[in-house]
Antibody, heavy 118, light 110 residues
Framework: ELQLVESGGGLVQPGESVRLSCAAS????????MHWVRQAPGKGLVWVSRIKSDGSDTTYADSVKGRFTISRDNAKNMLYLQMNDLRAEDSAVYYC???????????WGQGTMVTVSS | QSALTQPASVSGSPGQSITISCTGTSSDVGGYDFVSWYQQHPGKVPKLIIY???NRPSGISSRFSGSKTGNTASLTISGLQAEDEADYYC??????????FGGGTKLTVL
């Protein structure tokens, strides 16, 4: 069964960068579209980005376009989110999740918290 | 892009049925049969309970059902149980090749 484990979160200052990682276990990762979703403390879910199974196609929310980059290494079963020029409003728990079809994310990691503060 | 519109809260007594609405536009909810619903208990990871408007993943109770009319999707929970108390989120695929979530609805079981 596919399991996802995020890492890389922490406290960063405004304007700094951080890279989140998501380790996948299971045999279907290489065929799966993967997404990042975030949730600020006490707030709702917000979609961030997605990447095609082979890494050839990516899409971003307007709020992170030009600052965040999603990528993957299928040989290592790893998903990444490079986050640059971080702002206070980027503070959230970041989840990686697997897409099964349409907008349906059936497997989620436990999340990693990113706090942007001076 | 603004979030899909959900009521902030709904409530019901054990055994009753409740419905949560999720309103979007023709560019998302109304344009695709790709509406999903998630249940999130406090401090927990979101759990997929409905996909493609009406389908339940394996292991999800038949008390949960979904539907859609025009630009509005709905989640109905029948035979409310205490364990159903949680936050519920809808999501939809969009014409911009993105995914959009609703603002979330807090369900209280009285």
């Amino acid at each position: 069964e596919l399991q996802l484990v995020e890492s890389g979160g922490g406290l960063v200052q405004p304007g700094e960068s951080v890279r989140l990682s998501c380790a996948a276990s299971g045999i279907t990762f290489v065929r799966d579209w993967m997404h990042w979703v975030r949730q600020a403390p006490g707030k709702g879910l917000v979609w961030v980005s997605r990447i095609k199974s082979d890494g050839s196609d990516t899409t971003y929310a307007d709020s992170v376009k030009g600052r965040f980059t999603i990528s993957r290494d299928n040989a290592k079963n790893m998903l990444y989110l490079q986050m640059n020029d971080l702002r206070a409003e980027d503070s959230a728990v970041y989840y990686c999740a697997r897409l099964i079809r349409g907008s349906s994310l059936d497997i989620w990691g436990q999340g990693t918290m990113v706090t942007v503060s001076s | 892009q603004s979030a899909l519109t959900q009521p902030a809260s709904v409530s019901g007594s054990p055994g009753q049925s409740i419905t949560i609405s999720c309103t979007g536009t023709s560019s998302d909810v109304g344009g695709y049969d790709f509406v999903s619903w998630y249940q999130q208990h406090p401090g927990k990871v979101p759990k997929l309970i409905i996909y493609d408007v009406t389908n339940r993943p394996s292991g999800i109770s038949s008390r949960f059902s979904g539907s859609k009319t025009g630009n509005t999707a709905s989640l109905t929970i029948s035979g409310l149980q205490a364990e159903d108390e949680a936050d519920y989120y809808c999501s939809s695929y969009t014409s911009r090749l993105t995914v959009i979530f609703g603002g979330g609805t807090k369900l209280t079981v009285l």
